[in-house]
């Protein structure tokens, strides 16, 4: 299990840290899962702003009958980038989502690279909320898919 450590949770260079960190322990320890195959990487965060920026190449196993980004690998991108986040600012706290709403406005082809950024906007003790954006790398202008999700803070560490 991935565990974030309690010095990694408060400043800018513990969040570097501890979202590196998860993503060579998924690499190392969840091989052959969603979230690996998903290939997802750190691009950068902002511990001030609650906002974290992923990455992850699209790839022909993620397509749709139309030949481009499958819609729910679009949302899983989208969840799993809040849904980190929340578990971060709330201390570590296992962050099932509740809800999420998904909105897609233009197609993100394969072969790609998405780039997927994440803020929260409410850190409570109960509830969390975030909301994403992603877009193709290179047409930051044209978001490709925007979300709001909340998340349970769970009392569970994890």
């Not at 702003?49 to 139309?66: C, E, G, I």
Request: proline residues 4%.
């Amino acid at each position: 299990m991935i565990i974030l450590k309690k010095e990694d949770l408060h400043d800018q260079a513990g969040m570097e840290r501890a979202f590196q960190g998860y993503f060579e322990d998924v690499a190392k320890e969840c091989d052959g899962t969603f979230n690996a195959m998903l290939g997802m990487s750190l691009v950068g965060c902002d511990y001030a702003k609650r906002q974290v920026t992923l990455r992850m190449q699209t790839k022909p196993w993620m397509a749709n009958p139309s030949d481009i980004l499958h819609g729910g690998v679009t949302a899983s991108v989208l969840d799993l980038t809040m849904g980190l986040l929340a578990r971060y600012c709330t201390g570590g706290h296992m962050t099932p989502t509740v809800s999420m709403e998904v909105s897609y406005l233009s197609p993100i082809p394969l072969n790609d690279i998405l780039v997927v950024q994440a803020q929260i906007t409410h850190p409570g003790f109960t509830i969390c909320h975030a909301i994403g954006s992603a877009w193709v790398e290179g047409r930051e202008s044209t978001p490709a898919a925007t979300a709001a999700g909340t998340y349970y803070v769970s009392k569970k560490m994890g």
